[in-house]
């Protein structure tokens, strides 16, 4: 039984059809939150795999019905595990890979090698090697030196890798300089204005170990409208009609990269993705007949927008400390460990108390990490009912960014992972012993 939750406005930040039940407890996908903690422990980091699902066909929808020809390919970097990589897999998405570890995860569950991109801007040579002799889909190419160089690997094993490559059309995103992507002074892709992108070019439709399908752009993360969307497009978009004119290039693939937004607190107010679909693909549409071109293949690649959501995490209340008139501090058993966003990036966050989810919100407090770091804090002034020990905190929004960043910092064994769906719970990755914080030390 699931009471009205109508005046509880942060509950909307956690996945869809997430509530409170009969004894006041939130639940997510189902299953009782707190029951969730004491069966698994925390921190634990638990995902409700419908609304992952949800996302990614919510994605694929928006896209495909107005541009049929479209791929929908999930940035792994955001959160990646065997059945996340599966997940991805059924709903018939593809994957955008950073490394080879990325790569392994996917391939491990035969994750269709031709669904998979491969990003970087430091790709190692056996990365290269590897994923080439696999028949990756495609190896989105940043630089020069790594043109060559798939180029090499492709012709030494009798083949023609394809690929895109990654541009920097110079528009800036407005976001944190440190997800900031799309700018000339950046360390990923070719820039436009340079000319940089027109001689990597001009030098790939001349070698026999590449194929060049097309172009790429990833602006940054997360992008608050459309306009730089609709910025880049033009950008890029003449630079294919110049070099189209110039070298008779075709560009059969199109890439707009991810950076789609999501809601980390009740202020945050985004537009959905179907609004960022409509105006990539008509902005697309009109710019294509300006420059007279073919309608590409379209390919999106959203990370933060699929995981984010799906992504709750727990912890459990340990020490209360008061300053008087300064702060009062609420201190939980992760912090930085498993989610290093708010001290790297000043992200914020709220939380609900699980285990009375719909009680009044009665003071302000600062919800600190147990690192040893005073950057460890984890929500700054935030508005919570009152709290006490053993209480267990749940924070939305925490499905993409926090896992695949975490640490072993303090000696902290990584948290566990658990997917729950229509009301069953199963754990998809152990949480670390103190033997795995050792296991490959040698004394
Ligand atoms: C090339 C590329 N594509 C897609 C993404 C995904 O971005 P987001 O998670 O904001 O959608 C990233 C993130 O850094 C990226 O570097």
Sequence with gaps: ???????????????????????????????????????????????????????????????????????????????????????????????????????????????????????????LPEELATTIEADIGRVVVDNRQELRLVDSLARDRNKCQDILLRLTPN????????????????????????????????????????????????????????????????????????????????????????????????????????????????????LLLKNSLMPPRLTVEPGRAISARAGVALYTVGTLKEIPGVRRFVCVDGGMSDNIRPPLYGATYEALVANRAAEQDIHTVTVAGKLCESGDILMRDIQLPRVVPGDVLAVPACGAYCIPMSSNYNATPRPAIVFVNRGNARIVRHRETLDDLYRLDIA
Excluded: W
């Design 171 to 286: 528009v800036d995103p407005h976001t944190h300089t440190f997800t900031t992507t799309g700018v000339l002074d950046s360390k990923f892709g070719f820039p436009i204005g340079t000319g940089q992108a027109e001689e990597a070019l001009e030098e790939a439709l001349a070698l026999r170990g590449v194929s060049l399908l097309g172009l790429h752009f990833h602006l940054g993360s997360p992008i608050p409208d459309t306009e730089p969307y609709e910025s880049a497009l033009a950008v890029v978009l003449q630079f294919a009609r110049e070099m189209k004119g110039k070298y008779d290039f075709d560009m059969f693939e199109l890439s707009v990269g991810g950076g789609f937004p999501v809601a980390y607190t009740v202020q945050d107010e985004y537009p959905h993705p179907g609004v960022y679909a409509d105006a990539i693909i008509s902005t697309l549409s009109n």
């Design 1 to 123: 039984m699931t009471r009205p939750t109508g005046r509880i406005p942060r509950l909307p930040l956690f996945p869809k059809d997430s509530g409170i039940n009969a004894a006041g407890h939130l639940t997510i996908g189902g299953c009782d939150a707190h029951d969730l903690a004491k069966e698994f422990g925390t921190p634990l980091y638990v995902y409700d795999e419908q609304m992952l699902r949800h996302q990614c066909r919510e994605f694929v929808e928006r896209f495909a019905s107005r541009y049929p020809d479209s791929i929908i390919c999930y940035a792994a970097k955001a959160f990646l595990n065997k059945a996340m990589a599966k997940v991805v897999m059924e709903q018939g998405l593809g994957l955008d890979v950073v490394s080879l570890g990325e790569f392994a995860i996917a391939r491990s569950v035969e994750f269709p090698v031709e669904r998979i991109y491969f990003h970087g801007n430091n790709k």
